[in-house]
């Protein structure tokens, strides 16, 4: 807590820094807000920030984001970094760093970010000073939440209101009893939706049939032909 408290001044000084008319989030929101961001975090402390981020983006700035953090991102995700170039292009990596994070993290965060200088349109680094390591990661959030808001702001929209999200909690009610309905689940109406969903997952006829007959006829055809 009073490491917490011990960053309030600091804090406010940034959110200064980001009111300006020229700024560094600003900047970086110039740079990221046509395209879909990766956002890459440390297991030792910037993963939070990074799951915050992507939330902020898709919730202010009405844009999809998708995030990982290391060493994770090297036990598959970079495979996935190989094909469909032209959409590749589309995506801006963005590394959030923290000078404690672990040694062996740097070293595979620098080695993927030069793997991936040919696939990605474009890469950043975000990292933020401080006394420690909590005010460092409150900052990079206050941070990376002032780029969520420009970005907004340079894509048109307001970020205020969350319309998609208020519709779900007024129709997801309503369509999983209909569901359930259909799916013969007595007294559906009466359950909450939890239970209704946990219903539905349960329901026989809901569950996915046995070997590949749910698969697509395109993909089926592609395996027959290989």
Known sequence: IEMVENSIES?????????????????????????????????????????????????????????????????NEIEGWTVNKDIMNRFSIIWLKDEDDHSGTQARMQISSSLLESSAGSQLEISQTGKNRVERLLKLIHFTDWISYYAALLNNVDPTPVNRIQELKLKSSEQLIAQAEELGIENASTLRKQEILFAILKNDDFATPAGSSWLPKSIKNRSKNR
């Open 11 to 75: 804090l406010k000084l940034l959110s200064r820094e980001m009111n300006k008319d020229k700024n560094k989030a600003l900047t970086i929101a110039e740079n990221i807000h046509t395209t879909c961001p990766i956002i890459y975090g440390s297991e030792e402390l910037t993963w939070v920030a990074a799951l915050r981020f992507r939330g902020q983006l898709a919730e202010n700035a009405k844009m999809l984001s998708f995030h990982n953090h290391f060493p994770e991102q090297n036990h």
